[in-house]
């Protein structure tokens, strides 16, 4: 069992910037890769950016050149940098992590005022 807790999410003006922190705990040594999603209202949940145990990274093109993946493996910690942000990237942020099964937090809130 993996479990997994969000945090940083908030309100920023367009333009600024956000770090979204993702703790595994539990059966760790079972992660193959982690990633964040988001959903907006009234919209599915989509991938934004995912990282392997390895340390690739990989991006949607919503996220490519704004927002940065990475992982503190010591501290079980994935991060999510988001860099000049607009209202669109409005979202509940979720963090998934992908091990023997797969696991979700409980998603944080981003909201982005224009």
């Known amino acids: 069992q993996v479990q997994v807790a969000e945090s940083g999410g908030g309100l920023v003006q367009s333009g600024g910037s956000l770090r979204l922190s993702c703790a595994a705990s539990?059966?760790?040594?079972?992660?193959?890769?982690m990633g964040w999603y988001r959903q907006a209202p009234g919209k599915e949940r989509e991938a934004v950016a995912m990282?392997?145990?390895?340390?690739?990274?990989i991006y949607t093109d919503s996220a490519k050149g704004r927002f940065t993946i990475s992982r503190d493996k010591a501290k079980n910690t994935m991060y999510l940098q988001m860099n000049n942000l607009k209202p669109e990237d409005t979202a509940v942020y979720y963090c998934?992590?992908?091990?023997?099964?797969?696991?979700w937090g409980q998603g944080t809130q981003v909201t982005v005022s224009s």
């Open positions: 998934q992590i992908r091990g023997s099964s797969t696991y």
């Open positions: 990282i392997s145990a390895g340390g690739n990274t």
């Open positions: 539990g059966t760790t040594t079972s992660i193959v890769a």
